[in-house]
């Protein structure tokens, strides 16, 4: 394996990790307890559950690699702030669409190769990409990985039994 | 710019966007304000500090590249939780701890070459890196940069006038 082969693998193993551990939260609440906020007056668990199902299902276009899934979810998940829409879907449809979007990015990742992960992103122009070749598909990983990263590290602060 | 350049440049580029969120986050608290948990119950801003601090501090060490500064912070803010060490640092010297890790970090990254970035952390054995060559600096990076994202999280929560 070279090098750009390997450097892959270990932004894919960190998205990956940081799928599992938010998976691991969300799955320790109940549906009810998806309506508690992160800490008073912030967002609900349950916001964040289908704002991170949208921005992911979102990155399908945002990679080129197909259209939405669930493209209603992003009026009351990302355009909208939590509060605001009166009727949300279900959690239980927001805990399907978070793992099937999920399933759906893997299935893609897996299969790009290297070359295709070094290729822009459909939000930058050929003539801007040609300037700045880091906004590629790869750059748009390393920054979700860090987005759910910071949702987490909301999220465990209403984990029961968890200080950080 | 090669392929293998050109991701370490996003993965510095990555971290350095977090330092900086995580910066002007912390610059926006007065040292009073730095007692403020992040939520009920949960780390007050100065721990995180503190942590942060710390866990920088800690990577010259980890990734082979000195000593590390502030040794001295880790019993109160990596080994132990938040409110149980009585006497801590000033907000001020936690401050200055903070941002000369970083600094510091900064003008060693600069200069590791690509084939150093891709060599063994110096918690993983010569043997063990022989067949998981991932357990390198550039993965510590990584997981650093999601760690800070993490915890940016949290601050953000007690950011007057932010929602996420």
Redesign the interface.
Known sequence: ?G??D??I???L??WES?IKRTNAVFDSFTDEELQQP???G??RIIYLLGHLAAEHDMLLPLLGLGEQQYAYLNGPFISS??GTVKDLPSAKELRAAWTTANETLRKHFNALS?EEW?MKHTRVSEEDFAKE??RNR??VL??R???V??????LI??KPGS??
């Open positions: 394996m090098k750009q390997l450097f693998t270990m932004a193993a960190s940081n992160v800490a008073p912030k967002n702030p939590d290297t070094f070749p880091h790869l750059n390393l920054s990985t860090n987005h990263s910071y949702h987490l590290g909301q602060l209403v200080k950080d």
